[in-house]
């Protein structure tokens, strides 16, 4: 939120001699985080100067220029820079006549840009100056002409510092204002917060009287929310004021202008620049309406199947049923609290002007904001909670500014009035609760002080005080909230820094610490991990999510941040894939990611959600929190991996070398080392996976997932080149199965024995199982096993093929014969025998 200086100061002392970073100081005080500081790029000398005389010449590229005599101080007195009353100046602009008093820019000015001023020669003249339009000076987009301060009403005396006169002297402070304090983005909210900093006087400028008003007497306004969304109806409050004869062509003023600039506002004539004045200014939002586009009176309602509006933007918007609506007989002309239509907007044309302030629900209008991916300034106050108590009062502001800068008249009656109740429940603050939450001993005295300072009403009740929050402060809804404020305007210097005690014996669960020992391995294995959202599309989990592609259950959202991604994620690999695609996108071709996190796994024909969440203030019973769980579906964490491009860069003496089945199943190794266990990989197909360098993973008989290159076509859908491998694995099941800590085993100081083994089998069996028969048969001696060399072609039989194994044997309390290594192998090639019918191969 921007807040000039000058706008702040009507409504709160703040003295002449504060600095824009001692107003930041006083709201940090407060709670809000200073952002920046914004000024006018200008540096005098600028002045208000006089055309006294000018000659048009014709120039040889087709332009006319106008060499001007221009007078810069009164009678023969020297300007402001020094030089004589009248500088000779070349202007290109032909919208201004001799006698117009205008803004002249004298040597050693500088205007935005920034853009220094100087005397220089340019069409055979040495031009003294420069006359200055809108858009030089930054105050608007205007540069068609030059600017007339008798446009904008201002008559000024010859040499008058024009930086003070048209308020391009302020100063605006930016401050971030959090989504539960929306009654601080106005001018009346940080006026009041400054209030409670300083101690200065504020003065609420919504404190106005409108008892004169006539209702019922102006424009027809009803609101038929007859099936409130959630049981909250849309408006409940709506106000409708008319101005007539308005002339939409006068000027705003300069100082307008200059306040809605630094507020970070453009200036878009006079008509629409009032209304976001006000709403600037009070915190009301307000919409005007050509009154004479207008049919028949206006009725707030929700949308209907197939409505569509074109609002202001330009765009055509299908309208959803929950969407709340402006309309009058010829259809939606607003979509409520976001922005109006186009058909009924504010011109050059408009003579007779409807102004609407109205209370709608926050909820509804958040919805539809986001639903339409259409954000305002409007929208952005009502979804924060808007002050019901001053639509009436913005109304009648908006209109009183535009009887006096747009010359219109105003309608004594209004339309509209209140729809729904609208009440504050006090809220108990019981005595001590303060204290115990903050941390600090307020007195009784100084709990209803600063209670009554941002508004609320206290009433001393049982057990402590019954406090009626003010109608600005939607936020304040509960006993902490308050105590919050306390704190707040007290002062958070007052809250002492105390170290909290953890509880002893208590630390990193083995499942966490299985993750933790998981992820460091791979990021030391040169794996960058790249976390991402666990949303989807229901494609991407039935071809990641299953091993066959079939279409299984999955969660969808009630209220995705991606219309296009509603879904939960069954596998990590969709992910991993999208992050893939954007660093490509950027150059980035060799990658090595990882990511852990959930994966959600509903189980067919259950309803999940249907649990009621319990109240914060009281812990939940066993009950509630099985029903709770019951209502969740299934959450695994996932580890899961994915390569491409090179796994080695081309260097000097070294050629590159692509990533492949090899790499991602070292990463398979280094998931197990650091888990505990011992992975097994047997060929399998997956319906996202090449199928012939896909493999499934196990760890003792359990399949714990899978590894594999990603089929041609995947990868390219994801505009992937090259071959793209991945790997994703239950990380929960296999910390599981590790069966707790890992625990280093100790190393032996006796020599080892190494032997290998050629076995023939049958070519379709699994050289996994193979490995599993001699393993099962070489007995303890048996230190390590690992496959060298997979034969299939001349010498063997057709169908088998030859599987070598390197084996090596130690024991802890001697070194081994050679007849002991040859035993144990033996015993191992009989189970393989057995169980394969594998022959030793000569």
Known sequence: MRVPLSWLREFVDVPADAAPEDVLAALVRVGFEEEDVFRFELQGPIVVGEVVDFVEEPQSNGKTIRWCQVRVAPGSEVAADGGPAVHGVVCGARNFFVGDKVVVTLPGAVLPGPFPIAARKTYGHVSDGMIASAKELGLGDEHSGILRLVELGIDAPVGTDAIALLGLDDVAVDINVTPDRGYALSIRGVAREYSHATGAAFRDPALRTTDDLEPGSGFAVAVDDVAPIRGRVGASEFVARVVRDVDPTKPTPAWMVARLTLAGIRSLGILIDITNYVMIELGQPIHGYDLDKLTGGITVRRATPGESIETLDGKVRALHVEDLLITDESGPIGLAGVMGGGTTEMSGTTRNVLIEAATFDTVSIARTARRHKLPS??????????????????????????????????DRGFGGALFAEISTDAILLPGGFTDGLIGVDYTAVEIVAALETIGCEVAEAVGGWAV?????????????????????????????????????????????????????????????????????????????????????????????LDGQAPFLRRSLIPGLLQIAHRNVSRGFTDLALFETGAVFLPAAGVVYGTASVPPGAVRPDAATLAALDASIPPQHRHVAVLLAGNSVPKQPGQAAVAADLADALGAVRTIAAAAGVSIDVVQAERAALHPGRTGTLSVAGTEVGYVGEVLPAVAAASDLPGRVIVAELDLDLVISLAGGNVVAETLSGYPAATQDVSLVVAADVPAAEVRAALVSGAGELLESLRLVDDYRGQGLPDGTKSLTFALRFRADDRTLTAAEATGAKLAGVAVAAERFGATIRE
């Open 468 to 560: 009626l929050p003010p109608s600005w402060r939607p936020d304040l809804t509960d006993k902490w909230t308050l105590a919050e404020e306390v704190a707040r305007i007290e002062g958070y210097d007052r809250i002492p820094s105390v170290l909290p005690l953890p509880p002893s014996g208590r630390g990193l669960t083995v499942a966490q610490q299985g993750r933790r020992r998981v992820g460091n391995a791979l990021a030391a294995a040169g794996f960058v991990e790249t976390p991402s959202f666990p949303f989807t599309t229901e494609e991407a989990n039935d071809l990641h999510g299953s091993a066959s592609g079939e279409h299984l259950p999955s969660v969808k959202l009630a209220n995705p």
């Open 377 to 410: 300034e409007a929208s952005r106050r009502f979804e924060r909670g808007v002050d019901p108590g001053i639509p009436f009062v913005a109304a009648l502001r908006v209109a009183e500014l535009m009887v006096e800068y747009a010359g219109g008249t105003l």
